[in-house]
């Protein structure tokens, strides 16, 4: 029973310490008996070294081991200690051993380990290739360092949202870099590190890759503002800018070529062309946009057509004409059909014995006599 005379605690058995703060080690403690003398030790057992004692107390007379005296202190009456400017070669366990005599000496210790750590420093993050990696092709690895690493654990943001590993890019076992394996355009994004220790965390400064990508998308436009397709009609005299664009790393070269049946002739290099047509001769033309990246060696082109309507007939020739949508024509013909038949049936209606007569009519006259003959003989007979 005399050893639940006293109780130590302590609030908690593991801390994270700062280096450079202070640090207090709470204890609690309490006992039953009435004691005539209290006696509060406290040591230090660091990994890899004897224990050393830091301080002593009996009842309110404090002594503070020489090498600790303004750093290390105990308040009476409780036994918490107080720790300045902690320095890394104070982590270990610290062991506080409460005694107290009454009739007999009662002991009670308590552990609580301090590790001590300085903030971390900010991240750093270096791409390897610096000068880019080609998409489907190249890889890029993004590799993080810090100053210190101890107890450090490395993390990856894409966009600040923590990354996982995925067919395409994975981790070392450390988490200190990260292989993007082939890349994708889509793998153009603010990637940074983050680190993090017991006490601290940090971030690096977003760190882009160049990837090189594309041509993709190609499109035209012209200066009138609407979207290029298949075919354009241009009004004689008119001129038109058209503007040629494709997503692609580095910008892509263009260029606007005219292919005949048997060459291409290069017209214009640059994304913007312009057309005028005077020469009434030419009234449909196919111009090509080609759009090419030299890193990447892809290209891509389009091509439409532009129509001139130089006479006010043909103007209307083919507004008329382009305004003729599928069903519209086959409506047209649907009801002239109709009406056709409606007509031969009216006429069929009217004049029925028509066709009867013509039929008659329609025999061999030979024959036709033949019987009007026979028939004729026959009454001539009776
Ligand atoms: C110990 O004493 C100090 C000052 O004497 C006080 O600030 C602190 O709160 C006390 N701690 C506990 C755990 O009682
Ligand atoms: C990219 O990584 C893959 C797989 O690790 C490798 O086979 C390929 O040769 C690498 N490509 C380049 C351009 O280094
Ligand atoms: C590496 O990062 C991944 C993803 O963030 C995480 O799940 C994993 O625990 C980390 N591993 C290490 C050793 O830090
Ligand atoms: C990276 O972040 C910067 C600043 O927030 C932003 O301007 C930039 O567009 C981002 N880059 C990418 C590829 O998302
Ligand atoms: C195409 O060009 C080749 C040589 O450049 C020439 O021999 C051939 O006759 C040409 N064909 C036509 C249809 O112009
Ligand atoms: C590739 O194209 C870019 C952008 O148009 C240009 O600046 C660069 O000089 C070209 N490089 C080569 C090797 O042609």
């Known amino acids: 029973g005399t050893c639940s005379a006293l109780t130590v605690k302590v609030p908690s058995k593991s801390i994270h310490a700062v280096e450079g703060k202070a640090l207090v080690l709470p204890v609690e403690y309490n ?3 009435k004691a005539q003398e209290i006696q509060i030790t406290w040591i230090c057992q660091r990994p890899d070294s004897h224990s050393s004692l830091l301080v002593t107390a009996k009842n309110d007379h404090v002594v503070v081991e020489m090498q600790y005296e303004g750093r290390i202190s105990l308040d009476r009456p409780n036994a918490s200690l107080f720790i300045r400017q902690l320095e890394l070669s104070d982590e270990g ?3 506080v051993k409460i005694s107290i005599k009454a009739d007999t000496i009662i002991s009670a210790n308590q552990t609580i380990h301090v590790s001590v750590d300085a903030p971390v420093s900010k991240p750093v993050v270096h791409s390897i290739p610096v000068t880019g990696a080609v998409e489907f092709e190249g890889n890029v690895t993004l590799t993080c360092s810090v100053k210190n690493e101890k107890r450090v654990i490395f993390q990856w943001l894409k966009r600040d949202r923590i990354l996982q590993a995925s067919p395409r890019r ?10 993007i394996r082939p890349v994708r355009k889509e793998d153009i994004s603010n990637y940074s590190c983050l680190v993090k220790n017991p006490v601290s965390q940090s971030v690096s400064e977003p760190i882009t890759p160049i990837i090189y990508y594309g041509p993709y998308s190609l499109a035209v436009s012209s200066d ?5 397709d298949k075919v354009v009609t241009v009004d004689i005299g008119e001129v038109i800018l058209f503007h040629c664009s494709a997503d692609s790393n580095p910008p892509n070269t263009y260029s606007w070529v005219q292919k005949f049946k048997n060459r291409t002739e290069v017209l214009k290099l640059g994304p913007e062309f312009e057309v005028k047509f005077e020469k009434e001769a030419l009234r449909k033309a196919d111009y090509t946009c080609c759009a090419y990246n030299n890193i990447t ?7 439409f057509t532009i129509i001139v309507l130089s006479e006010a007939g043909q103007e ?3 507004q008329k004409g382009s305004s003729l949508s599928p069903l519209a024509v086959i409506t047209a013909v649907s009801l002239f059909l109709i009406l056709c038949m409606f ?8 004049n029925p014995h028509t066709v009867i007569k013509q039929q008659l009519y329609s025999r061999p006259p030979t024959e036709y006599m033949k019987t009007r003959s026979i028939s004729g003989n026959k009454t001539m007979f009776s």
Request: hydrophobic share 35%; aromatic share 12%; proline share 3%.
């Open 31 to 33: 006992f039953s008996t």
């Open 93 to 95: 366990d610290y062991i």
């Open 170 to 179: 994975a981790f070392s076992p450390d988490n200190k870099t990260l292989f």
């Open 224 to 228: 009138k503002g609407q979207k290029v």
């Open 297 to 303: 060696g892809k290209h891509e082109e389009t091509q």
């Open 316 to 318: 209307k020739l083919a």
């Open 343 to 350: 007509l031969l049936f009216l006429k069929k209606r009217c």
